[in-house]
């Protein structure tokens, strides 16, 4: 069989220079391998007339033939449907229309015979189509081939004549020429053993499917494939790591770490946090080179966790580091952490961007000479002019806000790689968590501190301000502080600034009794900390702020989070704010206020915030409404390839199951040497679009 990678696709029949240069720049296919990979994203069945009593919403797109029994409109404004219910004699569904609802009533009479072509799904528990085509036939269009397949295509295409159809027309000469199978991607042992269907099969079958089943095999065959590859490059990397890079043996508990943990401890740690100790020190001790992921939710106390482990880095003669995303967090780490240090003799710097001229010079004079044992700052820290005598041990908070390519400059300030810990409170899904940091070892802080209640949240509409109101004079007259967060996006950042200061002006004529400081990210570095350090200080009762707070501020005063237009944001963004109160021992409210105007999936994500406060739950959740978000690019991380097929969040049983195939194959032949393997390391290979080993930086 010739090499269809390297067959470009302007010699197929009716393509030209012209198409294949549309093709290339919108959908990335140039040759004839890119366009069998380019999967249909629906199919047709034309091949029968269905009954409506055999339908379920499940179904890929199907005709009916029957007639409309009666219209009517329901709901108000942009919520405004026509609904039409139609029979065949064997059950009723409704086709529903969201736009044209006049052209529809002029067009379509009740009890004439139509046939109906769309894909049915249940709403309300009832079967309906959506916008469905309704032809006035004496007959269907039936058609031999089975499914018929749709493919995603731009403006662009359409306008160059790339229509599904044409792409169709496309795949059905390139797979009709197909007259040698295609060279096979996994071994015959997974094959057989996974009753998998062959490459050629699967690849014939997904574009030009008999039936709904034969369909499904083909689409497991690809799916398998995809993910076992994206799990089989993080893992195999994760081995060579373990193998290549020595870690810093640290074996020692001294006289540092025994001195904080009797005499500074600010409370008992929890179990949790005893069980992640102990996992860092397993690892610490080891001799291989530690890359731990830590989950926590907001205030599970990591940064206790994170500090006892730096001490130990000390103890053994090294220096650590801690490395966070903002000034206000790396200066935030840095007062906490010299709290806690209080009366000991450690040196412990900050060093970020706004750190200039001689304050910075003798700081990287200190970390040279060794006389700093802890640094804590922002990228600052990962510049070419900062080297230190010797770094053990680093921490880099909130991972997700660093790319790639910035933490492999961390790797470079020594010899040999330092022990790194990666700290989140984003909860990440299992499923997100194995592909996006498969090779990080992963702990988990599951327990909140002694004293610390659950916050309660509580949803209210904007209408009702004077019972908002009302309940934060109280919890000032208490004593405690309230935030009151406004959503800033690019895409919008004039008017929502503007709501913003609108807000605070409000606020402030609204409160005249009480102090209002304000924040957000386009203030200067120093306006920004002076209006903090007001709040912090508790010199001012209200905060208006965008979620600049949203990572790592700590007022344990602060007892009310007021979330305006919650509507506009993510579940995991909302999590993340409701963190920033509860830090005290008294009880905590997070108030998402929204408009009545609320869609299905909105109302959803407010109801899951009302009841749960499990932060894994509502990654989940969030995963499930958003989907995964761009896994691709150095900017997030080790996903080397773009998915075409499979898809992390409806596939997340399929990704583990292929996770303990892909382990077999890296446990059975971790130098990659076996002859019978051979297919699985060459097309890895293949895979990998660059050479950058990504995998092991993270």
């Known amino acids: 069989m010739f090499d269809l990678s390297t067959r470009d696709i302007k010699f197929i029949s009716g393509v030209g220079p012209q198409k294949a240069a549309v093709l290339a720049k919108e959908v990335g296919v140039r040759s004839l391998h890119d366009l069998i990979y380019y999967f249909p994203y629906k199919y047709v069945d034309r091949s029968r007339v269905y009954r409506v009593n055999e339908i379920d919403g499940n179904m890929p797109y199907i005709q009916l033939k029957g007639q409309i029994l009666g219209f009517e409109t329901v709901g108000e404004g942009r919520k405004r449907r026509l609904m039409a219910h139609f029979t065949d004699g064997t059950g009723v569904v409704d086709l529903v229309w969201f736009q044209g609802i006049k052209y529809i009533l002029a067009k379509y009479k009740t009890h004439e015979e139509y046939i109906v072509f769309g894909k049915p799904s249940v709403f309300n528990g009832r079967v309906n189509l959506a916008h469905p085509d309704i032809e006035k036939k004496d007959e269907p269009k039936l058609s031999a081939v089975g499914l018929q397949p749709y493919y995603n295509t731009t403006e662009r295409m359409k ?37 998998l269907m062959p490459l050629t099969e699967a690849i014939r079958n997904v574009h030009f499917p008999p039936n709904p089943e034969v369909l499904r095999r083909a689409q497991y065959r690809l799916k398998f494939e995809e993910l076992f590859y994206v799990q089989l490059n993080i893992l195999r990397y994760a081995k060579d790591r373990q193998r290549k890079y020595r870690g810093y043996v640290f074996n020692k508990v001294g006289q540092r770490f025994n001195t904080f943990y009797e005499r500074n401890l600010p409370f008992q740690l929890t179990g949790a946090q005893k069980r992640v100790m102990k996992e860092i020190r397993g690892d610490m001790g080891s001799g291989r080179q530690m890359n731990r992921l830590l989950q926590g939710d907001v205030g599970s106390g990591k940064t206790l966790v994170a500090l006892m482990s730096m001490l130990l880095a000390l103890d053994n003669g090294y220096q650590a580091c801690m490395m966070a995303p903002t000034e206000i967090l790396a200066n935030q780490h840095y007062e906490t952490i010299k709290g806690l240090l209080a009366g000991m003799d450690i040196r412990v710097e900050l060093l970020t961007g706004s750190i200039k001229g001689k304050r910075r010079e003798s700081i990287l004079a200190g970390l040279l000479t060794g006389d700093i044992d ?100 109280q919890q000032i007259g208490e004593g405690r502080q309230v935030y009151i967060v406004y959503p800033l996006i690019k895409e919008s950042e004039k008017i929502d600034l503007k709501n913003l200061e609108e ?46 707070i949203e990572v790592g501020v700590n007022v344990p005063n602060a007892s009310v989070m007021i979330i305006q237009n919650a509507e506009r944001f993510g579940l ?11 830090r005290g021992a008294d009880q905590s409210y997070c108030i998402l206020v929204t408009t009545y105007k609320l869609t299905e999936e909105t109302r959803r994500r407010i109801e899951i915030m009302v009841r749960t406060n499990d932060g894994f739950e509502i990654a989940e959740a969030d995963l499930k409404l958003r989907g995964p978000g761009d896994l691709e690019g150095t900017q997030q991380s080790g996903v080397a390839f773009d998915l075409k097929i499979a898809n992390i969040v409806r596939d997340g049983q399929l990704l583990q199951y292929v996770r303990r195939v892909a382990e077999e194959v890296v446990e059975s032949d971790p130098a990659s040497e076996l002859p019978e393997n051979d297919i699985l390391w060459k097309q890895l290979k293949a895979l990998r679009k660059t050479n950058v080993n990504w995998a092991a930086i993270s």
């Not at 230190?388 to 880099?396: E, P, R, T, V, W």
Request: aromatic share 6%.
């Open 159 to 195: 306008r160059g004549f790339l229509n599904s159809h044409a792409i169709e027309k496309m795949m059905t000469i390139v797979i009709g020429g197909m007259n040698d199978p295609l060279p096979e991607t996994l071994t015959p042992r997974i094959l057989a053993k996974h009753h």
């Open 374 to 473: 802890i640094l804590i700052g922002t990228h600052a820290v990962i510049e070419d002019t900062v080297h230190f005598s010797a770094l053990g041990f680093a921490i880099i908070d909130e991972q997700h806000r660093f790319g790639v390519a910035q933490r492999a400059r961390l790797w470079s300030k020594n010899a040999q790689p330092p022990h790194v810990l990666v700290m989140t409170a984003t909860p990440i899904p299992r499923t997100l968590a194995m592909t996006l940091y498969g090779d990080l070892d992963v702990s988990v802080i599951d327990e909140l501190p002694p004293g610390r209640k659950p916050v309660t949240t509580i949803h209210q509409f904007d209408v009702q301000r004077e019972s908002l109101y009302r309940s934060m004079r």
């Open 503 to 548: 807000g605070y002006q409000h606020i402030v004529g609204e409160f005249p009794e009480y102090q209002v400081c304000k924040v957000h990210g386009k203030m200067k570095a120093a306006e920004k900390e002076e209006q903090m350090q007001r709040f912090v200080s508790g010199q001012a009762q209200i905060m208006v702020a965008t979620t600049v």
């Open 572 to 582: 995991s963004q909302l999590h993340q704010l409701r963190g920033r109160v509860g």
